[in-house]
Nanobody, 120 residues
Framework: QVQLVESGGGLVQPGGSLRLSCAAS????????MGWYRQAPGKQRDLVAT???????NYADSVKGRFTISRDNAKNTVYLQTNSLKPEDTALYYC??????????????WGQGTQVTVSS
């Protein structure tokens, strides 16, 4: 059984910062890409950023220059440093990861989400 658990969300003023973390645990043989997505009320879930196992990154245009994705392969953890936050960044942030357990092929797993609210 594999689990992804996010943490680090909260309420922050415009211009502030938060660091989100997502740790994968369980029967993990290998992890390919990891990523962050977000979903605002009444809207679809959108990609924020992804990172491959070798460290190659990809960002949504709306967060380029403000957010940074990174990972610690030894800890099976992906991070999202969010700076210069705007009210439109308010959303439930989900992490996902492409994980192979022992004896199985790769499968996409999702965390339960962590709320980020940007408001004065």
């Amino acid at each position: 059984q594999v689990q992804l658990v996010e943490s680090g969300g909260g309420l922050v003023q415009p211009g502030g910062s938060l660091r989100l973390s997502c740790a994968a645990s369980g029967s993990i043989r290998s992890i390919n890409a990891m990523g962050w997505y977000r979903q605002a009320p009444g809207k679809q879930r959108d990609l924020v950023a992804t990172i491959t196992s070798s460290g190659r990154t990809n960002y949504a245009d709306s967060v380029k220059g403000r957010f940074t994705i990174s990972r610690d392969n030894a800890k099976n953890t992906v991070y999202l440093q969010t700076n210069s936050l705007k009210p439109e960044d308010t959303a439930l942030y989900y992490c996902n990861a492409d994980i192979a357990s022992y004896g199985t092929l790769y499968k996409i797993y999702w965390g339960q989400g962590t709320q980020v609210t940007v408001s004065s």
